[in-house]
């Protein structure tokens, strides 16, 4: 029954920023883990960055420093903030939630395109 809706991507030029949201439904959104995954053209998914329901958050080597998750509870909301982003950051990113340590939720991707 939850939903997951990716929105906030576009096209940015190399040290641009990008700030994707996640709208989530549901009334125990607190309770989920949340994740962004990417996809860039011709490769497989990969895990960006996490947080748990605690607001704990970790994040790929590739992005640590450029990248923050963050989740805002009473809106049901999931952030990423990308900032110096680079064009290896291109591809179609994923907001994924888990429920009670056994559900399992993805959103459509949102789009995000990064030139040189």
């Known amino acids: 029954q939850v939903q997951l809706v990716e929105s906030g991507g576009g096209s940015v030029q190399s040290g641009g920023s990008l700030r994707l949201s996640c709208a989530a439904s549901?009334?125990?959104?607190?309770?989920?883990?949340m994740a962004w995954y990417r996809q860039a053209p011709g490769k497989q998914r990969e895990w960006v960055t996490g947080?748990?329901?605690?607001?704990?958050?970790n994040y790929a080597y590739s992005v640590q420093g450029r990248f923050t998750i963050s989740r805002d509870n009473a809106k049901n909301l999931l952030y990423l903030q990308m900032n110096s982003l680079k064009p290896e950051d291109t591809g179609v990113y994923y907001c994924?939630?888990?429920?009670?340590?056994?559900?399992?939720?993805w959103g459509q991707g949102t789009q995000v395109t990064v030139s040189s």
């Open positions: 947080i748990t329901s605690d607001g704990t958050p």
């Open positions: 549901g009334d125990d959104f607190s309770s989920y883990n």
């Open positions: 994924r939630g888990v429920s009670r340590g056994i559900w399992v939720y």
